[in-house]
């Protein structure tokens, strides 16, 4: 097994850097829209396929 110690306070130990697409996408408020409704859409199906 390789058993590879990462150090505090280095770039490793640290969560990556989001990009600026990444950035824009989250904070894109009609994209955030249209995710919220498929997730609402999912959890529906889920909760009406439990009641049938």
């Known amino acids: 097994m ?3 110690s990462i150090t ?3 770039e490793e130990s ?5 990009t600026k ?3 824009f996408w989250r904070s894109f408020v009609p994209w955030q829209l ?3 409704i498929v997730l609402n859409i999912k959890i ?3 909760v009406v ?3 049938s």
Request: glycine content about 8%; charged content about 15%; aromatic content about 18%.
């Open 2 to 4: 390789y058993n590879k």
């Open 8 to 10: 505090p306070y280095t």
């Open 49 to 51: 396929g439990g009641h």
């Open 34 to 36: 249209v995710r919220f």
């Open 21 to 23: 697409a990444t950035r």
């Open 14 to 18: 640290y969560p990556p850097v989001p």
């Open 44 to 46: 529906l199906r889920i």
